[in-house]
């Protein structure tokens, strides 16, 4: 009997990488999308107000992407649509300790669960495994967010498109740049140290 690991098979992302038994699987997702909604709801208090803005400056983006990417699409879903829905009942992990679903920003909770959705299933086709293809991936997932959460914020508030694109876009763009690059450094890291192991 070989004791050697199985080479990672294409089609997979970090999280199908765990060891589990078959009869185990279904509680190492249950989890992975509840670590994934915890990380989410953590990240999401490093909150930095944007003067003009209702929106803060978060780390919830950065988490709800890498949550995507790592679990997959089905399980990256299911970690933002816990996210949301605690959130909405109460728990206070929105940013900055914020809850419920009639914020001006909950739009961008909208588009980071449908971004890290998208997200995974790019990770799947190897969307995460070179800094190239990460970069993109990111690129992507982050304009998935915007594209739902300033049309939102225009709509909650009252704004004009443009100063919805000014207070809820222009002023992010830099952290989102930040925020890619460590995606782009970390993620196929991951996958080379995977590699290497296996």
């Given at each position: 009997?070989?004791t050697?690991?199985?080479?990672?098979?294409?089609?997979?992302?970090?999280?199908?990488?765990?060891?589990?038994?078959?009869?185990?699987?279904?509680?190492?997702?249950?989890?992975?999308?509840?670590?994934?909604?915890?990380?989410?709801?953590?990240?999401?208090?490093?909150?930095?107000?944007?003067?003009?803005?209702?929106?803060?400056?978060?780390?919830?983006?950065?988490a709800?992407?890498?949550?995507?990417?790592?679990?997959?699409?089905?399980?990256?879903?299911?970690?933002?649509?816990?996210?949301?829905?605690?959130?909405?009942?109460?728990?206070?992990?929105?940013?900055?300790g914020?809850?419920?679903?009639?914020?001006?920003?909950?739009?961008?909770?909208?588009?980071?669960l449908?971004?890290?959705?998208?997200?995974?299933?790019?990770?799947?086709?190897?969307?995460?495994?070179s800094?190239?293809?990460?970069?993109?991936?990111?690129v992507?997932?982050?304009?998935?967010?915007?594209?739902?959460?300033?049309?939102?914020?225009a709509?909650?508030?009252?704004?004009?498109?443009?100063?919805?694109?000014?207070?809820?876009?222009?002023?992010?763009?830099?952290?989102?740049?930040?925020?890619?690059?460590?995606?782009?450094?970390?993620?196929?890291?991951?996958?080379?140290?995977?590699?290497?192991?296996?």
């Open positions: 009997m070989s050697a690991a199985a080479p990672i098979r294409t089609g997979a992302v970090l999280a199908d990488l765990l060891p589990a038994a078959a009869r185990y699987r279904y509680a190492v997702d249950t989890a992975l999308v509840a670590g994934g909604a915890v990380l989410t709801g953590v990240a999401a208090q490093i909150a930095v107000p944007v003067p003009g803005s209702p929106v803060p400056v978060t780390g919830q983006t950065f709800a992407l890498l949550v995507g990417a790592s679990l997959g699409a089905r399980r990256g879903f299911l970690s933002l649509a816990a996210y949301a829905l605690v959130g909405m009942a109460g728990m206070p992990w929105f940013a900055g914020s809850s419920g679903a009639g914020g001006a920003s909950f739009g961008y909770v909208l588009g980071m449908l971004a890290a959705t998208v997200v995974g299933a790019l990770a799947r086709r190897g969307g995460d495994r800094v190239l293809r990460t970069a993109g991936t990111m992507l997932g982050s304009a998935i967010t915007y594209a739902v959460g300033v049309p939102y914020l709509l909650s508030t009252g704004m004009s498109a443009s100063a919805a694109i000014a207070a809820g876009l222009v002023p992010f763009l830099i952290g989102d740049a930040l925020k890619a690059a460590l995606a782009m450094g970390a993620l196929p890291a991951a996958w080379k140290l995977v590699g290497r192991r296996g």
